[in-house]
Structures are given as structure tokens and as C-alpha cells.
């Protein structure tokens, strides 16, 4: 049972940046891995990037170069820091946690629209 609240959505140019929140809460007790989906309209939820609790990290070859995820344990947060952006990152990016006890928990999604 582990609640995700993302935030650090909104709009932006193309070329701009914005970073992405994740702040996890109740039960963290072996969270194998954190990670960003995104979902846009007419598409399939994809996995944008992912880190595991070894710092394996993997991203979609569509965002390598660009965004980086990174994690604050101290403050149970993992983070999407996302450059260049492109009208074509235009999604709702959702964050998901892996526990061992308690399975997949996902956020409620936060908008991110980049204009051209």
C-alpha cells in the first residue's frame, strides 16, 4: 500500500524544460523500483524511465540524451527531469512504484503539453 502524488506538470515551449515529482508515502518497506510512464491520446501507456533500488536505470530510446530520473530517498521522491522537450513528449506522465509486499501502485497522472 503505497500512495504516489506527482507534481511538476504544465505547459512549456518546445526546447523548454520542466521537472517531474514523485513523493511516495505509507508502506515503502522493499520498493524494488520506481518509474515514469506516460500516456497520449490514442497511444499506449509507455515507460519513459526506470530505476531500481540497485540504481539500474533504463529510459525509452525516444527520451535518452534528454530526460534523466533520479531519486531522494531522504524525501521518498523520485524525480523526471526532462530537457529539449518536443511537442511530441505532449502526455500524461504517470509515476509507478514496485514493492515487494504490496505490488504496482501508480499515481493519478499529471499533464505535461509541450507548444510549438
Known amino acids: 500500500q503505497v500512495q504516489l502524488v506527482e507534481s511538476g506538470g504544465g505547459l512549456v515551449q518546445s526546447g523548454g524544460s520542466l521537472r517531474l515529482s514523485c513523493a511516495a508515502s505509507?508502506?515503502?518497506?522493499?520498493?524494488?523500483?520506481m518509474a515514469w510512464y506516460r500516456q497520449a491520446p490514442g497511444k499506449e501507456r509507455e515507460l519513459v524511465a526506470s530505476?531500481?533500488?540497485?540504481?539500474?536505470?533504463n529510459y525509452a530510446d525516444s527520451v535518452k540524451g534528454r530526460f534523466t530520473i533520479s531519486r531522494d530517498n531522504a524525501k521518498n521522491t523520485v524525480y523526471l527531469q526532462m530537457n529539449s522537450l518536443k511537442p511530441e513528449d505532449t502526455a500524461v506522465y504517470y509515476c509507478?512504484?514496485?514493492?515487494?509486499?504490496?505490488?504496482?501502485?501508480w499515481g493519478q497522472g499529471t499533464q505535461v503539453t509541450v507548444s510549438s
Open positions: 509507478n512504484c514496485w514493492e515487494a509486499v504490496s505490488g504496482s501502485s
Open positions: 530505476i531500481t533500488i540497485g540504481d539500474d536505470i
Open positions: 505509507g508502506n515503502r518497506f522493499r520498493i524494488a523500483s
